[in-house]
């Protein structure tokens, strides 16, 4: 049997973000959600965002189905460690433990566009976006490719415990 330093020395175990997802949700198809897409390729180093469409009509709202309200993008790599580490920056890495899921992964939202270090432009406006992280073990793979596909064990995924004592052992991040 291995014992727990055994466990922590093997790379296998380590954590990665696989990817951040950023989402600007507008509630409306038209010139906000343009600019909303101009924000988001400014924040990504001109990387396309996508448009998400509404899923079904809410007559409260104003909007129809299959109506473009939404913008996302996502990012990987060192890119999107260093769109993460701006992210926190504004929270002041400080999360709440609702904040983490039971699959490992964690989002949260910020106010304004511009906290994360882009000048403020009266034309576009300032919009607010929710960040998404997904984290991953080596390995995770395994569960997504066409050959030979298997199923990742219940002890190598990623808990909602692992991803806080990875969120404020790579951040020195609060969990509150």
């Known amino acids: 049997m291995a014992t727990k330093t055994d466990k922590a020395a093997n790379k296998m175990r380590s954590i990665n973000v696989d990817k951040v997802v950023i989402n600007i949700s507008v509630g409306e198809s038209g010139d906000r959600l343009t600019k909303a897409a101009k924000v988001l390729r400014q924040i990504t180093d001109d990387q396309e965002p996508v448009f998400s ?73 300032i919009y607010g976006m929710d960040f998404y992280v997904v984290l991953k073990r080596p390995g995770a793979r395994v569960a ?11 002890t190598h995924r990623v808990t909602k415990e692992d991803a806080i004592k990875w969120f404020q052992k790579e951040f020195d991040g609060v969990v509150m």
Do not use: Q, W
Not at 101 to 111: K, R, V
Not at 144 to 154: Q, V
């Open 53 to 125: 469409a509404a899923r079904y009509t809410l007559r409260g709202f104003g909007i129809r189905r299959n109506e473009r309200i939404a913008v996302h993008v996502t990012v990987r790599g060192e890119k999107a460690m260093g769109l993460l580490e701006k992210g926190l920056k504004v929270k002041e890495f400080e999360l709440k433990s609702v904040n983490f899921s039971d699959s490992g992964n964690f989002g949260f939202g910020i106010d304004e566009h511009i906290d994360l270090g882009m000048k403020y432009d009266p034309s576009t406006g």
């Open 144 to 154: 997504r490719r066409k050959h030979c596909r298997k199923h990742i064990g219940t």
